[in-house]
Nanobody, 125 residues
């Protein structure tokens, strides 16, 4: 079992930056692809980004392209989501998840194996 804990959320002004962390424990984190999703009140969960097990391949949702960067440090059992030029519409609870080993495994999966509890990001205008 892999336990995932997100951190780094908070309140930021539009145009600002945040770096979210997804810390793993209890399993072979380095074997899994790790991704980020977000969910705003009253909206469906939205895919944000994924990185493969080795950190060599990434894939982004449309809302993240050009502004967000996903990476990971397997030595620290942690994945990150760097978010720049934040907009009020980025306000949501951000969740990390782990599944499979490749970005393809992750994106194509009908359900994902491990989830964190989420961290709130609020962007003020």
């Amino acid at each position: 079992q892999v336990q995932l804990v997100e951190s780094g959320g908070g309140l930021v002004q539009a145009g600002g930056s945040l770096r979210l962390s997804c810390a793993a424990s209890g399993g072979s984190f380095r074997n899994y692809a790790v991704g980020w999703f977000r969910q705003a009140p009253g909206k469906e969960r939205e895919f944000v980004a994924v990185v493969n097990w080795s950190g060599t391949s990434t894939y982004y949702g449309d809302s993240a392209k050009g502004r967000f960067t996903i990476d990971r440090d397997n030595a620290k059992n942690t994945a990150y989501l760097q978010m720049n030029n934040l907009k009020p519409e980025d306000t949501a609870v951000y969740y990390c998840a782990a599944h499979g080993s490749s970005t393809t495994d992750f994106i194509g999966a009908p359900s994902l194996t491990f989830w964190g509890q989420g961290t709130q990001v609020t962007v003020s205008s």
